[in-house]
């Protein structure tokens, strides 16, 4: 309400009025003798025009006189003149002026309650003292360290020891070690009525109902504070059963309790009175009206969940940086180590799967660790080398790895060589090489191993032809053979006759043949020949009758070869009497073999 | 959830305990009563359509060893008062205990239950005096612990009293 309307209704206002009042006013009493008519009706006249400024005059002097209301006036102005008073600049005065008796007002508050001023100042009393409690306790942590610096338990030895490895206080370690805890449980309760209003559990605790613990917990408050005499804000602060802790802070109008697991740290204690002061700030006329309601107490779990800290040893165990370094550079030397040894192990094994790779008669597929042993996979020809004689003169260990053979059939050019070997089974004499593919077949071989050795060949896996040398052309084996057949025959003579025993003429026969077998040869090789019949005589007996002996000798064989079909035109027969004995004429059965006819072939070189 | 704070009064052995223990849910053993004095013990009524979680204290009741504990009864919202219809002292002692508890914590709600139905021919209450509370306005309900008569009505009934 603004000044200026209430002044116009000051009773001072009415004071004008007031003075020029007394002389108009007529004498009129209730109790006065009644007045003539026209009296009477200027009375009444009167009474109509002056009757309400007298009833408001009448009004205000009630006012003036009677203190209640002028209490009243002076009440409803009083919170507009001590603003007014402070806008003119004149606070000081007025605050020395109210100071003794504020003074005395909060004195006599104290006195009569000082639960009233304890819940008033209590939201902004908490931090202040919390602040100096902070400082009184830094230093006695000094003083607590002395202490500890004295005790040489083996706890003490290996905090003190922890503590000089990571360059921490001995205190701080200490302290360290202490906090182990988990806050459990968190119960906001209403200290009229022990009711809960609000709960805040860690995950995975078994929690009974709030309501009974709340009411049983204040239940036990009432009944300590009852059977000591305590005074209120004086209740429990600390119930420790086990290794379970009940802190429990108390405000004006709720009580915080936190059922602890383990050893807490004393900040916990100080946040807990946080909480407290911030939910009795926020909701102040809530709790004050508590009835039971819980509603309008929404965000108040939010709040407690603050209090439901944890903290577990392996978080508080700290390690310097020499030793958190120290196990690192181990850790990395011995991962280095063994990836090393790894390496080289690996190394090993790749050197000899290159080893035999290069071998004839191997493929490798692949090679690798499975479940850390090394595993070669591949193909090997069986008439390979054996792969154990590498891995023995090699540096691996066998027992670290395994070898997966498959056969096949190796195109390299000395393993076709072996497989030709061992499937052709030649005479010791030939000699195989093995081009490409191409089986090269020299030095000597008869002529029945030759004879089907092109198409045999070409059976072995990896041949695709066959080359023999010129000596072993089976024609020219066949001449060779017929040749030296015919070359050894000899055709014996009575003493001087040409004429051809029976036995003799019979031989003859086998001879035809194999001149034709020769001659058949000869074709195949383009080889012109001729057949030399040479006759022979002992030296008995006059030498121009021994030659013409011998031509008759050899003209006689030569015409019995004609008769048997074998071509006059290769044919030569020649005497050659005694110059060309067969043997030396010793004996009698030596002498019998220089009266014969030999054979010689003639074939020049084409 | 709306909560309300109840008591149970009544002197010793009325039969306080065994009224409730078949109907709420508890977690503390009756040894509380006789050390701590109370016992808490938790009621869920439905009155209206509407879920009141009764958290009820269950007081000692005084006896040559052991005093009531009037804090116990503040912030209470309203009580069970328990007599013995078959000890007539027991409901003198009950017209007392509500005459302390308005002087200790003002004219609250409360229900009156005459405990021990089941006796009924073993009463040695005097009618008269039940009527005349009633008169006063005084709710009041028989019950039995033994057949579980009159228990849930009482709470009931003093719910309905406490939304007023």
Same mark, same amino acid.
């Given at each position: 309400m603004g000044s200026a309307p209430r002044h116009s209704r000051?009773?001072?206002?009415?004071r004008p009025k007031m003075a020029e009042a007394p002389p108009t006013r007529?004498?009129?009493?209730?109790?006065?003798p009644p007045l003539e008519p026209d009296a009477q009706a200027y009375l009444e006249l009167r009474q109509l025009i002056l009757a309400p400024e007298q009833e408001a005059l009448e009004r205000l002097h009630q006012r003036v006189d009677d203190p209640a209301s002028r209490t009243e006036d002076v009440g409803s102005v009083v919170a507009e003149a001590i603003q007014l008073r402070r806008k003119q600049g004149g606070d000081e005065a007025l605050s020395v002026a109210l100071a003794p008796t504020i003074e005395t007002a909060l004195r006599e508050s104290v006195r009569k309650d000082p639960a009233t001023l304890a819940d008033a100042l209590f939201p902004v009393m908490g931090p202040a003292i919390r602040r100096s409690i902070l400082e009184t306790l830094r230093s006695f942590l000094e003083s607590f360290n002395h202490i500890l610096d004295q005790s040489l338990s083996v706890k003490g030895l290996k905090w003190r020891l922890e503590a000089l490895r990571t360059g921490r206080s001995f205190t701080e370690v200490a302290l360290l070690h202490s906090l182990v805890f988990r806050v459990e449980q968190v119960f906001l309760i209403h200290?009229?009525?022990?009711?809960?209003i609000g709960h805040a559990v860690a995950s995975a605790v078994a929690m009974q109902d709030p309501a009974l613990v709340s009411g049983m917990l204040s239940a036990i408050q009432d009944f300590v504070r009852d059977s000591f005499?305590?005074?209120?804000?004086?209740?429990?602060?600390r119930m420790n059963v086990g290794d379970l802790d009940v802190w429990i802070e108390e405000g004006p109008y709720a009580i915080l309790a936190c059922v602890i697991r383990g050893i807490a740290p004393r900040d916990l204690r100080d946040r807990m009175a946080e909480v407290l002061e911030d939910v009795h700030r926020e909701y102040s006329a809530q709790l004050d009206e508590?009835?039971?309601?819980? &509603? $309008?107490?929404?965000?108040v779990n939010g709040e407690l969940s603050r209090c439901l800290e944890h903290r577990y040893k392996e978080e508080v165990k700290t390690k310097s940086f020499a030793f958190v370094y120290g196990t690192a550079a181990l850790g990395f030397l011995l991962i280095a180590g063994w990836l090393g040894w790894r390496s080289t192990q690996y190394n090993r094994w790749d050197r000899l799967v290159n080893t035999l790779r290069e071998q004839p008669g191997f493929v490798i597929t692949s090679f690798g660790r499975e479940h850390s042993r090394f595993v070669v996979r591949g193909m090997r020809d069986p008439?390979?080398?054996?792969p154990a004689q590498f891995i023995k003169s090699s540096?691996?260990?066998?027992?670290?790895g395994e070898f997966h053979w498959s056969g096949y059939y190796a195109l390299d050019d000395g393993i076709v060589e072996q497989r030709a070997r061992s499937i052709l089974?030649?005479? &010791? $004499?030939a000699v195989f090489t093995v081009k490409s593919g191409v089986l090269c077949v020299s030095g000597a071989a008869s002529a029945n191993w030759v004879k089907d050795i092109q198409s045999r060949a070409?059976?072995?896996?990896?041949?695709?032809s066959v080359e023999l040398s010129p000596e072993l052309n089976p024609g020219r084996l066949a001449f060779n053979q017929a040749k030296s057949q015919i070359e050894g025959g000899v055709v014996k003579f009575p003493v001087a006759s040409a004429a051809l025993s029976p036995a003799e003429s019979l031989s003859l026969r086998k001879l035809a043949e194999n001149i034709r077998s020769l001659l058949l040869a000869a074709d195949s090789l383009h080889q012109s020949t001729t057949l030399e019949v040479l006759g022979h005589t002992d030296s008995t007996g006059a030498e121009a009758v021994n030659l013409d002996l011998s031509q008759r000798r050899a003209d006689r064989v030569s015409w019995a070869l004609g008769q048997l079909?074998?071509?006059?035109?290769i044919l030569r027969a020649r005497g050659v009497g005694t110059t060309?004995?067969?043997?030396?004429?010793?004996?009698e059965e030596n002498r019998q073999f220089n009266r014969s006819a030999t054979f010689r072939v003639i074939a020049p070189v084409p | 959830m709306l909560q309300k704070k109840i008591c149970m009064l009544g002197?010793?052995?009325?039969?306080k305990t065994s009224l409730v223990r078949r109907f709420v849910e508890s977690i503390?053993?009756?040894?509380y009563q006789t050390t701590v004095g109370v016992k808490i013990d938790k009621k869920n009524v439905k009155v209206d359509e509407k879920e009141i979680s009764l958290v009820l204290w269950d007081i000692y009741g005084e006896d040559d060893y052991q005093k009531m504990?009037?804090?116990?009864?503040?912030?209470?919202?309203g009580y069970l008062l328990v007599a013995d219809g078959t000890r007539k002292t027991t409901l003198e002692k009950a017209v007392s205990l509500e005459q302390k508890v308005r002087e200790e914590v003002g004219a609250i709600p409360f229900v009156l239950v005459i405990n021990k139905s089941d006796l009924i021919r073993d009463w040695e209450l005097d009618p008269a005096l039940e009527s005349q509370l009633a008169a006063h306005g005084w709710g009041i309900l028989r019950s039995s612990?033994?057949?579980?008569?009159?228990v849930e009505e009482s709470f009931s009934l003093l719910t309905r009293k406490m939304l007023g």
């Open positions: 000051d009773p001072l206002e009415f007529p004498a009129s009493a209730p109790d006065e200290r009229k009525t022990g009711l809960p005499h305590t005074s209120q804000g004086q209740g429990i602060n508590f009835d039971g309601d819980t &509603a $309008t107490f929404v965000k008439l390979a080398a054996d540096d691996v260990n066998p027992a670290d089974s030649p005479p &010791a $004499t070409l059976l072995v896996p990896g041949i695709h079909g074998v071509p006059e035109r060309n004995p067969l043997r030396t004429e010793d004996n | 002197s010793f052995a009325v039969g503390y053993s009756e040894v504990r009037w804090t116990y009864l503040r912030g209470a919202s612990a033994k057949t579980g008569e009159g």
